[in-house]
């Protein structure tokens, strides 16, 4: 198990020295490599701070994002375009504090108070219980997808089954 760019890992699994990726994006278009996308599912994204924090910002959300101290993913990601987006359909403009490529250092990030963050609603209870943060509110149709990413069209191996049938299955308890 190991975390790198999407590319890179792409390299590696066409010279099979990794049998599966997994992604919060398909392949991207012009990427030639012989592999096949497997949605695994969606969550849904919500906002969530540390309780003074979020106190501040609860009321009248998503307006009182505007201006507010935000953490997000770095701009390119596809989480961050669909933010983005929401953001400016809902018309608000958040103070972007820190901008992440980790988003285990997001968190950390928001858990010290450094400003309101975005993450899957798939985490939210190890959000509260690890990094002491507590929910906003949701981020309107803002989700993401994962994918698994491997060589073959039907997925054989029995490892490789069992994390995208797990995967799955958690998944779908949120839609």
């Known amino acids: 198990c190991r975390e790198s760019g999407l590319q890179s890992l792409l390299a590696d699994l066409s010279v099979h020295r990794l049998d599966l990726v997994l992604s919060d994006r398909p392949i ?34 998503p307006r009182s994002l505007d201006g507010a101290p935000v953490l997000l993913p770095v701009t390119g990601s596809g989480l961050r375009s ?5 953001f400016e359909q809902t018309g608000v ?4 504090v ?4 980790d988003s285990a250092l997001l ?7 450094a400003g309101l963050f975005p993450a899957p ?7 509260q219980q690890t990094y002491h943060v507590r929910p906003i509110g949701p981020a309107g149709p803002v989700r993401e997808s994962y994918y698994a ?11 490789v089954r069992r994390i995208t049938d797990v995967a799955r299955e958690r998944l779908s308890r949120l839609t």
């Open 93 to 96: 403009t958040p103070q972007i």
């Open 98 to 101: 820190a901008e992440f490529d």
């Open 28 to 61: 991207p278009l012009g990427i030639s490599v012989k592999a096949f996308n497997h949605l695994l599912g969606e969550s849904p994204i919500s906002f969530y701070g540390r309780d003074q924090l979020a106190r501040a910002y609860e009321a009248e959300f």
């Open 107 to 113: 968190k950390a990030f928001g858990e010290a108070g």
């Open 149 to 159: 990413i491997s060589p073959e069209r039907v997925l054989k191996q029995p490892a």
């Open 121 to 127: 609603l798939l985490i939210e209870q190890e959000l």
């Open 82 to 86: 669909s933010l983005d987006d929401w």
